[in-house]
């Protein structure tokens, strides 16, 4: 096997972004098509790697059952009495981490066949786009903090650009509140980073490290270190670990998001152009949960353990609060990025469980989100496309006039709101489960937060349900008139291509959920072991 | 025996008059001669006090350097005031005024 | 213990579950190409086939289980698994002879209809799942069936999408529905974290090991599954809109073999019921029948009154699931699916006609209420004979299938409440009014329909009404068959007779009999149901009707006991209100902090700026200011005139010799 591949399923895109900086401007074409070949690539790449993947790698805390594993020491620097300073090109993959890189190849995907229409400067779009899709694998993929967070903040500055220059009307408001938003989370995480890296030492060198999995193991924290589990240290009356804990929790909550951190989620889904969207529903999201798994919880299980009922109680805020919210929307868009966060108030239910259930049910439900989400965002950027509204009460009846679009709406709509059959279904009961039976197994959540995130199942068939009935059934009758019916033609061939893939997937990860599950379930019983075992 | 104070008085006298012509005359050369009598009471001065140097006669040593360098000086100032009248085609002080702020 | 050999009648079970899946795969493949609904038919046909064999395998032998790995969760395996029964083939084989007939009437009922090819599509998903359930061997596997059923409901319900009515009655239906699904996903979470697995063998075999209290909230967490599903108060608002679809699938899905789901989860699950649970049980149901019969008294619409009638009697067969005697309550599921299936049969056959009348003459009539039919047992007399024994066959009369049942229910809650304490005791006597209350609606509803004469705007017009074509009217006189005794007891009168109780009864704990109760309570209802007609027949057919229908009683029957309101106004509106409100605090409150932190941060960011300007700038350029100032006082002396600057020299000079003889002296 090949041990670079993951490296190069990361970098690919960058080198797409370099050649096509050398494309002239003139071939507008041409840079679509680099990218979707790019696209396609990493997807098979990916694909690929997913089908290699053995199952029984736990991963999480062992370095040596992380697979596709490059191990690059890339800073060295003598800080004089700091010690050295130890950054390692370090990327890796386990369960956890998986199906989020397949999951992000996909997306990238239907992003750029999503993007087929744009028509300005589209170099810089594709290149940004690309560079955005690096900064993403790269998340998924890193080992070391520094990389992560190198990573973590490469993200956010293409995404900028990309709402902020090709958004709605308040793409400038959208675009810099999600950038601030985000670093005001990713700032605090810098400090902890800090903290972190003069608290634990490399066991074999002695030095300083950013490797994220010596900072799992207790064992190589320096004696009455800020973070070390053994000193207990406090700052400002909570412990530090808790403290640490929650600051990294802010961040990727922010991402993820959580109630009441959420509104730069409406506004920059609405703001953003359809693939942008996309994207941000359907893999950015991840990353906040992901980091949740990955950082908060391997490196605080202590912290985590403590605060999951508190967790517990935000997933289920979440998803009671965004159902109604959404429930009230008018406009389309904002309306699914509502329902967003409302679902994935299921993953931080799930995760704040602490059981194998809840857990491998919030993975689960992440994976089935990033598809679902994404096809609806791409679904409403079809209706977009073609009235330039988005506006509930100003459609109806659009049954009548695009079947094979309502069709695709319907699958979608219902397969969002827990259709057996389809994922979303699979993730929401086994969150549901697995909330309950932490009673059980761990007594952190009590059994009326599981009930109540069962609410969120019920509120979710009402707001789709209602925006169904509202703007597909019924007679046909448009704000546009005449102009509007000769405008909303049916699904094109382009579209139909990128939609059914999607729906093929939630289809087959609901009737098959082994397909997932078989990946993750060795590292979701170890994390959830290290985690409660602490 | 004159006793010093008449020289004082006089050179006092002198040199009040040459005051006088320096900030009052209209005329350049006046001016001149205004700081000449000035100068000249200084050296009335200094010939007065030499009388308690018997020695040195520092005074009068003084003194006579002080004449000639007058000469010089009115020399160099003749000069300039026959550039100046070149120039402005007047010896009037009140006309050249190109100092001015 | 399950195997993993697939022996014949799992063979058979299997593929009676999966042809009607082949046969919604191939239609949604096919589309419009599909019209005519052969798939469909030939792949219930089969799967009817396959469920009689593996009935007749499987009844009365040991229970054949056998299970697949699905998906692991952690080290928690997941399986999917047949589990054949009594019940479960026994329901295997109801729901594919009352979906054949219905699927043969279908075809003509609904030729013509621009999307028949969806309803076939949506038909076969149902039949799918209807047996996925019946079949199926855990509780996960058997809520994605019963989801599914739910959505195959909704989609039946909306087929007409265009009527604003249809899609706000689907919405409805699932609404409610999840409801219940949510129940019963409650009772599964709670099923899984107390006893490891989802295995409904399992679980009824030790429900003991669910700790008390949790066994009665998943015992009451399935039954709020049930309620919804089955259409129990006060969840039932969902069944009476459900009308909206077409009359076929009312027959199906809302009349014969959904709505019974319910009623048979419960069945499937009963040891896990506690005293507590079948107490609410049989309350709730004994208050849906009443309630349910006491609407549809004064129901005008057809459909409707066969929607109340229904609920009511999934209301008996809840008393029978309460009373502990599950064998009566599935009994009595089966005669009435078959009934009532031919009530809607027979509704739909009406209806179809006075559609048809109405189209031809252009006349601005409901077709669907019965004030405007009438007389029609002389047009359409082969309706009216299968539309009779329907009838009587809910009122419980003697011969027919559902007089066995009935009585065996009745005859079960009398001696049940003799064992019981306080207000239970009423249940009895409820059922018994609720039977009378039965006799008089459907008895109205026939002296509406069928005697006396064509309303006024059809009477005028000469129409011509004919009986309804055979591929209807086969499918009816099969159901009318089946809704008689023989197919069940050989003696018409006595339910200790019939086979299929004594299936089912092998698990359950007898009550003690009341022998006098067989013969007093037959007697009993058949006089009602007699009495009863002859009411009817004198107020509806004479024209005889002496009630005010401005009555409050009228009034609250007629309206449905005003509960659509009730709920609109108490349930609906103020989480409408609620979710507005969170729309508000998010914009103002959530958003607003987030704005307000950003303009707090502009603020400040101004005031360090004019700050910036005006302090710390100020002051350099004060200083600045200062020595410009100075020297444009100075400047004043700067004359260029050399006598002036003489002048002053010599004044200075003066000063400071006048100041140093002043600080000398």
Redesign the interface.
């Known amino acids: 096997m090949n041990p670079h591949l993951l490296t190069i399923l990361v970098f690919m895109p960058l080198a797409a972004a370099l050649l096509m900086s050398f494309i002239p401007a003139t071939q507008k074409t041409l840079y679509k098509y680099v990218a979707l070949l790019t696209g396609l690539l990493q997807l098979i790449l990916s694909g690929g790697m997913y089908y290699l993947f053995q199952p029984n790698g736990a991963g999480v805390t062992e370095a040596h059952l992380y697979q596709f594993v490059d191990h690059i020491p890339w800073i060295r620097l003598d800080m004089g009495s700091l010690g050295q300073l130890e950054i390692d090109y370090f990327v890796g993959v386990d369960g956890l981490s998986m199906p989020f890189l397949f999951l992000t190849a996909l997306v990238m995907v239907v992003a750029i066949g999503a993007s087929w229409n744009i028509q300005k400067s589209v170099k810089g779009y594709f290149i940004l786009l690309m560079i955005l899709n690096m900064a993403v694998m790269g998340v998924f993929a890193a080992l070391d903090f520094f990389l992560f967070y190198i990573f973590y903040e490469l993200m956010l500055l293409p995404l900028y650009f990309l709402i902020g220059i090709w958004g709605g009307a308040r793409r400038e408001y959208a675009a810099i509140?999600f950038f601030?938003?985000t670093l005001f989370g990713s700032v605090f995480m810098l400090l902890v980073i800090v903290g972190l890296y003069f608290s634990v030492t490399n066991p074999e060198t002695g030095a300083h490290t950013f490797n994220m999995l010596h900072m799992m193991n207790p064992a190589n924290y320096v004696p009455n270190a800020l973070f070390s589990v053994a000193a207990g240290h406090e700052l400002i009356g909570i412990s530090a670990r808790l403290l640490g804990f929650i600051v990294l929790f802010v961040a990727f909550a922010i991402k993820v998001p959580i109630?009441?951190l959420?509104?730069?989620l409406p506004d920059a889904h609405v703001e953003a152009p359809t693939p942008i969207s996309i994207i941000l529903a359907g893999i950015l999201l991840k990353v906040g949960g992901y980091g949740i798994l990955r950082i908060c919880f391997s490196i605080f299980p202590d912290a985590a353990e403590q605060s999951a009922w508190w967790l517990g109680l935000i997933g289920v805020v979440s998803i009671v609060?965004g159902a109604?919210?959404a429930?009230?929307?008018r406009d389309l868009k904002r309306m699914i990025a509502y329902s967003s966060v409302s679902h994935m108030g299921f993953v931080l239910l799930g995760v704040a469980s602490l059981?194998?259930?809840g857990t491998?049910?919030a993975i689960f439900q992440m994976m089935s989100h990033g598809f679902l989400s994404a096809a609806l965002f791409f679904l409403v950027g079809m209706l977009y496309d073609r009235v330039h509204d988005r506006n509930i009460y100003h459609f109806r009846?659009l049954?009548?006039i695009m079947p094979r679009f309502t069709v695709f709406v319907a699958i979608t709509f219902?397969a969002s709101l827990?259709?057996?059959?389809f994922s979303a279904?699979i993730g929401e009961?086994?969150v549901?489960?697995g909330?309950?039976?932490a009673?059980?197994?761990n007594g952190i959540l009590p059994?009326w937060m599981?009930?109540a995130g069962?609410?969120g199942?019920?509120l979710s068939?009402?707001y789709f349900?209602?925006t169904?009935?509202r703007m597909?059934?019924?007679?046909p009758r448009l704000k546009g008139g005449e102009e509007w019916t000769k405008s909303l033609v049916d699904a094109s061939p382009r579209e139909t291509l990128i939609m059914v893939p999607m729906l093929g997937l939630a289809l087959a990860l609901g009737v098959?959920?082994?397909l997932a599950?078989?990946k993750i379930?060795a590292s979701?019983?170890a994390l959830?072991e290290l985690v409660v075992t602490n | 025996m004159i006793p010093l104070t008449h020289f004082l008085v006089v050179g006092a006298c002198l040199f009040a008059i040459g005051?006088y012509a320096?900030?009052?005359r209209r005329n350049a050369i006046l001016?001149l001669v205004g700081i000449e009598l000035m100068i000249n009471a200084a050296i009335l001065n200094l010939v007065a006090f030499g009388r308690y140097d018997k020695t040195m006669y520092g005074g009068q040593v003084f003194a006579l350097f002080a004449i000639v360098l007058a000469a010089a000086a009115v020399a160099v100032a003749l000069a300039i005031i026959l550039n100046v009248y070149k120039f402005y085609r007047s010896v009037n002080?009140?006309d050249?005024?190109?100092?001015?702020? | 213990m399950p195997t993993t050999a697939l022996t014949y009648p799992l063979l058979a079970a299997l593929s009676a579950v999966l042809l009607p899946f082949i046969g919604f795969l191939l239609s949604a493949a096919l589309g419009k190409h599909a019209r005519n609904g052969a798939i469909s038919i030939s792949a219930i046909s089969l799967s009817l086939l396959a469920a009689c064999y593996a009935f007749a395998q499987v009844w009365n032998q040991a229970p054949v289980h056998i299970q697949w790995h699905?998906?692991?969760?952690?080290?928690?395996a997941f399986h999917v698994g047949l589990l054949l029964d009594n019940m479960a083939v026994l329901m295997l084989v109801l729901v594919c002879v009352i979906a054949l007939p219905v699927h043969i009437y279908s075809a003509a009922y609904m030729k013509g209809d621009p999307g028949i090819h969806r309803y076939w599509t949506y038909l076969s998903l149902f039949c799918f799942a209807m047996l996925g359930l019946v079949v199926a061997d855990n509780l996960?596997l058997m809520?994605?069936?019963w989801?599914?059923v739910g959505?195959a409901s909704?989609l039946l319900i909306?087929f007409w999408?265009?009527?604003?009515s249809?899609?706000?009655a689907?919405?409805k239906a699932?609404?409610v529905n999840?409801?219940g699904?949510?129940g019963f996903?409650?009772g599964?979470?709670?099923v899984?974290?107390?006893l490891g697995t989802l295995d409904t063998g399992t679980l009824i075999s030790t429900p003991e090991t669910l700790p008390a209290p949790w066994l009665t909230v998943a015992g009451l967490a399935f039954f709020l599954g049930a309620m919804a599903k089955s259409a129990q108060f006060p969840l039932h608002v969902w069944l009476p809109d459900a009308m909206e679809g077409p009359t076929s699938v009312s027959s199906l899905i809302h009349a014969a073999t959904m709505v019974a789901a319910g009623v048979f989860l419960l069945a499937r699950l009963f040891p896990v019921f506690n005293e507590t649970v079948l107490l609410v049980i049989a309350t709730t149901g004994a208050v849906t029948a009443f309630v349910a019969a006491y609407f549809a008294l004064t129901q005008y619409d057809i459909k409707k009154i066969l929607a109340f009638s229904t609920i009511s009697q999934l209301g008996f067969m809840m008393v029978g699931i309460g009373i502990g005697m599950y064998p009566v309550a599935l009994f009595h599921l089966v005669t009435h699916a078959f009934f009532k299936c031919l009530l809607f049969l027979c509704a739909g056959a009406i209806i179809h006609e006075m559609q048809h009348v109405k189209e031809t003459h252009a006349l601005d009539i409901d077709p669907q209420d019965i004030r405007n039919m009438g007389g029609l047992r002389k047009h359409m007399p082969l309706t009216f004979a299968t539309m009779l024994i329907a009838s009587l066959a809910l009122a419980g009369f003697p011969f027919t299938g559902g007089y066995l049942s009935k009585d065996a229910l009745l005859v079960h809650t009398f001696e049940w409440a003799a064992l019981q304490s306080g207000a239970a005791k009423l249940i009895p006597y409820v059922l018994v009014i609720v039977s009378m209350l039965t006799s008089f609606y459907i008895l109205r509803l026939l002296a509406n329909v069928f005697f006396g004469s064509l309303s006024n705007p059809l009477a005028k017009n000469k129409t011509h009404i004919h009986e309804a074509p055979m591929t209807m009217l086969i499918p009816m006189l099969f159901l009318a068959a089946c809704s008689l005794f023989p197919l069940f007891s050989v003696n018409p009168l006595n339910d200790g007779h019939v086979w299929l109780m004594q299936g089912l009864t092998t698990t359950v704990s007898t009550l003690p009999p009341l022998p006098l109760l067989h013969l007093v309570i037959p007697l009993l209802t058949t006089g009602a149901t007699c009495m009863v007609a002859i009411l009817a027949w004198h107020w509806y057919v004479n024209g005889k009707y002496p009630l005010k229908t401005n009555g409050l009683l009228y009034r609250l029957s007629q309206h449905q006991g005003y509960l659509d309101v009730l709920y609109n106004v108490a349930i609906v509106r103020p989480?409408?209100r609620?979710?507005?409100l969170?729309?508000w605090v998010?914009y103002h409150v959530?958003?607003g902090?987030?704005n307000g932190l950003?303009a707090l941060g502009r603020s400040l960011a101004a005031t360090a700026a004019w700050i910036d300007q005006r302090l710390v700038d100020g002051l350099v350029r004060l200083v600045g200011k200062i020595a410009w100032g100075l020297g444009h006082i100075f400047?004043r002396l700067?004359?260029?005139?050399?006598?002036r600057y003489?002048?002053t020299l010599?004044l200075v000079i003066l000063v400071i010799l006048l100041y140093h003889i002043v600080v000398l002296l």
């Open positions: 509140k601030l938003y109630v009441p959420h509104t730069w609060y109604l919210v429930l009230a929307q059981t194998t259930e491998a049910g009846g049954a009548g219902f827990g259709l057996p059959g279904f009961v086994f549901i489960i909330a309950f039976n009673e059980t197994v059994r599981a009930i069962s609410l199942i019920l068939a009402a349900l209602w169904l009935q597909f059934f019924g007679q098959y959920p082994a599950f078989d379930n979701v019983l959830v | 005051l320096v900030l009052a001016v002080p009140e050249i005024k190109n100092l001015k702020d | 699905w998906f692991t969760i952690g080290e928690q996960l809520y994605i069936c989801e599914l959505f909704y909306g999408f265009t009527r604003d249809a899609v706000q689907n919405k699932f609404i999840r409801i699904d949510i996903l409650i599964i979470g709670i899984y974290s107390h989480i409408f609620l979710s507005h969170l729309l998010d959530v958003d902090t987030v950003a400047r700067q004359t260029g005139g050399v006598q003489f002048a010599f």
